[in-house]
């Protein structure tokens, strides 16, 4: 089935930056979409970022867009995101999860969790204030 791993977590003051990665093994994920998730104690999982397997649409989330980039090296198998202008409310454990989903597919299709088949573990980010 394939697995994915997230590093690049920890603390970081308000206002700096971070970048997430997530290696993916164990078979090819360049015919996945790829998303990023995170989960903030005590609330709902919360969609932060997607793109289609060719890279022709991104989406973000609307309390991330301008401060998250998300990216793709199809060739190692690895999926960014780069945060920056972090805030306490981007605390949170962030996850990244592939799915099957058609760049033909509108956007709903990549911000429901429910649309992934796989995750990773999560790498925590912590923000102080």
């Known amino acids: 089935q394939g697995q994915l791993v997230e590093s690049g977590g920890g603390l970081v003051q308000a206002g700096g930056s971070l970048r997430l990665s997530c290696a993916a093994s164990?078979?090819?994920?360049?015919?996945?979409?790829m998303g990023w998730f995170r989960q903030a104690p005590r609330k709902d999982r919360e969609f932060v970022a997607a793109?289609?397997?060719?890279?022709?649409?991104?989406y973000y989330a609307d309390a991330m867009r301008g401060r998250f980039t998300i990216s793709r090296d199809v060739d190692r198998n690895v999926l960014y995101l780069r945060m920056r202008d972090l805030v306490p409310e981007d605390a949170a454990l962030y996850y990244c999860a592939a799915g099957p989903m058609s760049p033909l597919e509108d956007s709903d299709s990549y911000t429901s969790a429910t649309k992934y088949a796989i995750w990773g573990q999560g790498t925590q980010v912590t923000v102080s204030s």
């Open positions: 164990g078979r090819s994920f360049s015919q996945y979409a």
């Open positions: 793109m289609t397997w060719d890279g022709t649409s991104v």
